[in-house]
């Protein structure tokens, strides 16, 4: 019997002859080293009854119906899909951004992270089907956040991010019984919002996408808030809406 | 003899694929790639070319690492979007195994940010791959191809998901998705000796699960 190690290496060989990876010169030699050792046969053997095994009973599975829509979608080659009708009635786009504040006692833990989505999610569909979708419209940031203040214990970050994404105004969303702050950005004839949650103690991490009932959403921490940027804009229009905020300076 | 050895195994791999145990095979794009393309392709068509007809391999594959279809889901959409924003630097070539590298390392990036539990056990890979698992473990001179034959679905696709992850990759873009070696040293980011290693310790360890059952 050979030693144990040189043995696991011929066995290496052995698959890679099955799988079809070897040279006809090595081929040749694992052929030679299988005829004169049962325990290598029987490895072959093993290997091709796996393999068989394998194409037997693993294809591939098939995406879900709705994911080819939802990659195009998110890449800007077909708008999200639209399901109720009133939404024909919102703007073509609406980014919803929460900002929440660091006074406020919401914390959102990563098990409810679901349920902070689904009520920040449901808090852009109600805004888009009332009458207007902010409670203080302004274009000007020394507007909109002294207006937050006196409303919720502190305000949110408000910058203004150039002409690609023009502040439209903020309102409060309610958030799991918690008010919290929502700034409204404009991008092309779509509305933008953005809300922020209060995260205390939770690190900085980088922009994450999921999407919910056809909105595409990015959450992100920064200086322990939870920012949530919520729309109906393709992923990559909304990154880079997180990202110009993300990066502009506090005080521009 | 040992691990450090199997770096050599590529050695074995046929002459013409031959070139270093870590393979480029994601040509760079040239302007005489460009120029093949004069018909003004934009970035939303070469996405559709080069990436949407793999859809369903990255589904699968990220099905497969992150055992759930939801989350499965949001890696490919999220692998999508890096795939666009690299579609314009990378060139014709191996369209399917540069997908599947981005959707690889989205859904491991994907797990630790949200299912840091899950991968847990990737620590204590070089634990278990030192070990002597293709050998210890089968008897060596009973193939028991009868046995193997008879396992049903849901039993073989248990024994997979209890492999740790290097494992489980390996197997399934060799035996599900048919990569070859070399492709598969690509998308893990490998030498082809450590493909080799994990491809017949995951085939022993499947085979010894089911024949327990």
């Given amino acids: 019997m050979m030693h144990a190690t040189s043995y696991e290496d011929a066995a290496l060989r052995v698959h890679a002859y099955v799988d079809g990876e070897l040279d006809p010169a090595n081929a040749l030699g694992v052929e030679a080293s299988i005829a004169m050792d049962p325990a290598l046969a029987a490895e072959r053997e093993r290997v091709e009854a796996f393999r068989g095994l394998m194409r037997e009973h693993l294809r591939p599975e098939a995406p879900p119906p709705g994911l080819r829509a939802r990659v195009e979608a998110s890449v800007g080659m077909r708008r999200p899909r639209m399901q109720p009708s009133w939404r024909a009635l919102a703007a073509s786009i609406a980014v919803t951004a929460v900002v929440a504040s660091g006074a406020t006692s919401m914390v959102v833990a990563p098990s409810g992270i679901s349920t902070a989505r689904d009520g920040i999610v449901d808090a852009h569909i109600r805004s888009l089907m009332s009458s207007q979708p902010i409670d203080v419209a302004s274009s000007d940031r020394h507007t909109v956040r002294p207006w937050f203040n006196g409303r919720i214990p502190q305000a949110p970050r408000v910058v203004n991010l150039g002409s690609d994404f023009p502040l439209v105004g903020g309102r409060i969303d309610v958030v799991g019984a918690v008010p919290v702050p929502t700034l409204v950005y404009g991008h092309g004839k779509h509305l933008i919002s953005l809300t922020a949650v209060p995260a205390a103690g939770r690190a900085n991490s980088a922009p994450a996408l999921s999407e919910r009932g056809g909105y595409n959403i990015f959450r992100w921490t920064e200086g322990e808030v939870n920012y949530w940027a919520v729309s109906d804009a393709s992923a990559l229009e909304l990154d880079k809406f997180a990202e110009s905020f993300r990066t502009m300076p506090p005080d521009q | ?213």
Avoid: C
């Fill in chain 2, 1 to 213: 003899m040992g691990i450090a050895n199997l770096q050599d195994q590529n050695k074995l791999i046929r002459a013409s694929d031959r070139s270093g145990g870590r393979v480029q095979i994601f040509p760079v794009r040239t302007a005489e790639s460009d120029d093949r393309m004069a018909g003004g392709e934009d970035d939303h068509q070469r996405f559709a070319r080069l990436v949407l007809p793999h859809l369903g391999d990255a589904y699968s594959l990220a099905r497969w690492i992150t055992a759930n279809r939801a989350d499965a889901e949001d890696v490919v959409q999220d692998a999508s979007l890096r795939a666009f924003r690299a579609i314009g630097n990378v060139a014709e070539g191996n369209s399917r195994a540069w997908v599947l590298t981005i959707v690889r390392n989205t859904a491991y990036t994907w797990l630790r940010k949200n299912r840091p539990s899950v991968l847990a056990v990737v620590d204590d890979l070089e634990a278990v791959e030192s070990a002597q698992v293709v050998t210890t473990e089968l008897d060596r001179e009973t193939p028991e191809t009868a046995l193997i034959a008879k396992t049903d679905a849901a039993s073989l696709q248990a024994a997979i998901a209890e492999l740790p992850p290097a494992y489980r990759e390996t197997l399934i873009l060799r035996d599900v998705h048919g990569l070859g070696y070399r492709e598969i040293s690509q998308v893990t980011d490998v030498p082809i000796g450590t493909v080799m290693s994990r491809l017949a310790r995951g085939r022993a360890r499947v085979i010894k699960t089911i024949g327990r059952k």
